[in-house]
C-alpha cells in the first residue's frame, strides 16, 4: 500500500517563551524553596469541573508521522513532567474558521523541569516523550460536552530529529 502524501517536513526546535506564545505559557520554577502558582484560568464552559489526571505519552519514534490534532475550546491544558524530563510539544495554529493550517505546525523540544500550557482553542498533538517512563500531571476543566475537537489531516506532516 503507498504512503499518504505529505505535507512536508519539519524540524523540531528548542522551546523558547517567545516561539511556544501564539500557542501557550511555558513555565520554570525559578529554583528555591518558594511556590510556583499557575496563574492560567482553567476553562469556563458552564457546569465544568476542574480535572487532573497523570498521562505516559508514547515514546517518539522518527521521523514522526503528524495526521491527527486536537484542541479544547473551552480551556487551557497544562503539561507538568513528575521528573526530569525531554519531550516534544507540537501545536498549530487555526484558519478563520478554526481550522488547523498545517503550516503553522511547530515542533518544540522541551527539556528538563519545564511545563508547557496550551492557550484554549489551540490546535494541539498529543505529548511525545524521548523516554518510556516520561509521566506527566495533566489539569484541565471538563465541560462534558464538546471538550476535545478532533482534526485528521488529508496527508501527514513528518518532524525529523536532526
Same mark, same amino acid.
Given at each position: 500500500? @503507498?504512503? @499518504?502524501?505529505?505535507?512536508?517536513?519539519?524540524?523540531?526546535?528548542?522551546?523558547?517563551? #517567545?516561539?511556544f506564545a501564539? !500557542?501557550?505559557?511555558?513555565? =520554570?520554577? @525559578? &529554583? &528555591? =524553596?518558594?511556590?510556583?502558582?499557575?496563574?492560567? %484560568? !482553567?476553562?469556563?464552559?458552564? &457546569?465544568?469541573? $476542574?480535572?487532573?489526571?497523570?498521562?505516559?505519552?508514547?515514546?517518539?519514534?522518527?521521523?514522526? %508521522?503528524? =495526521?491527527?490534532?486536537? $484542541?479544547?475550546? !473551552?480551556?487551557?491544558? %497544562?503539561?507538568?513532567?513528575?521528573?526530569?524530563?525531554?519531550?516534544?510539544?507540537? %501545536?498549530?495554529? #487555526?484558519?478563520?474558521?478554526?481550522?488547523?493550517?498545517? #503550516?503553522?505546525?511547530?515542533?518544540?523540544?522541551?527539556?528538563? @523541569?519545564?511545563?508547557?500550557?496550551?492557550s484554549a482553542?489551540?490546535?494541539?498533538? *498529543?505529548?511525545?516523550?524521548? =523516554?518510556?517512563?516520561?509521566?506527566?500531571?495533566?489539569?484541565?476543566?471538563?465541560? *462534558?460536552? *464538546?471538550?476535545?475537537?478532533?482534526?485528521?489531516?488529508? #496527508?501527514?506532516?513528518?518532524?525529523?530529529?536532526?
Amino acid at each position: 500500500m @503507498p504512503s @499518504p502524501p505529505s505535507q512536508g517536513v519539519r524540524k523540531i526546535e528548542t522551546i523558547t517563551e #517567545s516561539a511556544f506564545a501564539p !500557542f501557550g505559557r511555558i513555565l =520554570r520554577h @525559578p &529554583g &528555591g =524553596r518558594d511556590r510556583l502558582y499557575l496563574d492560567c %484560568a !482553567f476553562g469556563n464552559a458552564r &457546569g465544568s469541573r $476542574k480535572a487532573m489526571w497523570i498521562n505516559n505519552p508514547p515514546q517518539a519514534r522518527f521521523p514522526v %508521522a503528524i =495526521r491527527r490534532l486536537e $484542541k479544547h475550546p !473551552f480551556t487551557p491544558q %497544562a503539561f507538568l513532567p513528575m521528573h526530569e524530563s525531554e519531550y516534544l510539544a507540537i %501545536a498549530c495554529l #487555526s484558519d478563520e474558521r478554526g481550522d488547523p493550517i498545517p #503550516s503553522s505546525l511547530r515542533a518544540f523540544r522541551v527539556t528538563g @523541569p519545564t511545563s508547557i500550557v496550551y492557550s484554549a482553542n489551540v490546535w494541539h498533538h *498529543g505529548l511525545l516523550s524521548f =523516554r518510556a517512563d516520561t509521566n506527566f500531571v495533566v489539569l484541565q476543566s471538563i465541560a *462534558g460536552r *464538546g471538550d476535545d475537537v478532533i482534526h485528521t489531516f488529508d #496527508s501527514e506532516i513528518e518532524l525529523h530529529d536532526d
